[in-house]
T-cell receptor
Framework: GQQLNQSPQSMFIQEGEDVSMNCTSSSIFNTWLWYKQDPGEGPVLLIA?????ELTSNGRLTAQFGITRKDSFLNISASIPSDVGIYFC????????????FGKGTRLHILP | DGGITQSPKYLFRKEGQNVTLSCEQNLNHDAMYWYRQDPGQGLRLIYY???????QKGDIAEGYSVSREKKESFPLTVTSAQKNPTAFYLCASSEGLAGAFSYEQYFGPGTRLTVT
């Protein structure tokens, strides 16, 4: 079946640093979604991407839909303590019976 | 405020008992989903429903059952047949196939089920 490889699995950074994470797929997707999950809570949708090459920002977050349609990237600039959590990518082909496929997440830790 | 509610937040059950997790949404979404999350794992799809009175098995449906009698509600029953039921359960909804952004799923706060 379809799989998403999300990397890195975890990151330890200093407050103020920029963060980059990515997701790659074995097949083409027509939609990429990025979510953030705080401990003990449900994931919250950060950014949705619908077009190859699309670059979309949400505050300090920027996500890109890869040209090959098999990958997506999320960048966080000038990290702050509340950025801690798990970031999930999700992809979908948008066919009638298609479901969203989730990556396993990137756990972001911020060192004091 | 529109959103998805799940109750209770924490649930404890003895092995061998069935337990039903509640999920309600007031977003007027057609599609609803149940996921299971284990530590260090991603989200695994249990069941989903694209319309009232219809639902399909996801990747790990064994030991679970659902119903969709109302658009707003999609309860999940964890049966005694589920071999490893302790997990964090997440409910989500999306506009459905008719919506322009039908693939954006919105999640509830989750229910942590512990079975001993």
């Amino acid at each position: 079946g379809q799989q998403l490889n999300q990397s890195p699995q975890s990151m330890f950074i200093q407050e103020g640093e920029d963060v980059s994470m990515n997701c790659t797929s074995s097949s083409i997707f027509n939609t990429w979604l990025w979510y953030k999950q705080d401990p003990g809570e449900g994931p919250v949708l950060l950014i949705a991407l619908y077009k190859a090459g699309e670059l979309t920002s949400n505050g300090r977050l920027t996500a890109q839909f890869g040209i090959t349609r098999k990958d997506s990237f999320l960048n966080i600039s000038a990290s702050i303590p509340s950025d801690v959590g798990i970031y999930f990518c999700a992809g979908c082909r948008r066919n009638r019976d298609d479901k969203i496929i989730f990556g396993k997440g990137t756990r972001l830790h911020i060192l004091p | 405020d529109g959103g998805i509610t799940q109750s209770p937040k924490y649930l404890f059950r003895k092995e061998g008992q069935n337990v039903t997790l509640s999920c309600e949404q007031n977003l007027n979404h057609d599609a609803m989903y149940w996921y299971r999350q284990d530590p260090g794992q991603g989200l695994r799809l249990i069941y989903y429903s694209q319309i009232v009175n219809d639902f399909q098995k996801g990747d790990i449906a064994e030991g679970y059952s659902v119903s969709r009698e109302k658009k707003e509600s999609f309860p999940l029953t964890v049966t005694s047949a589920q071999k490893n039921p302790t997990a964090f359960y997440l409910c989500a909804s999306s506009e459905g196939l008719a919506g322009a952004f039908s693939y954006e799923q919105y999640f509830g706060p989750g229910t942590r089920l512990t079975v001993t």
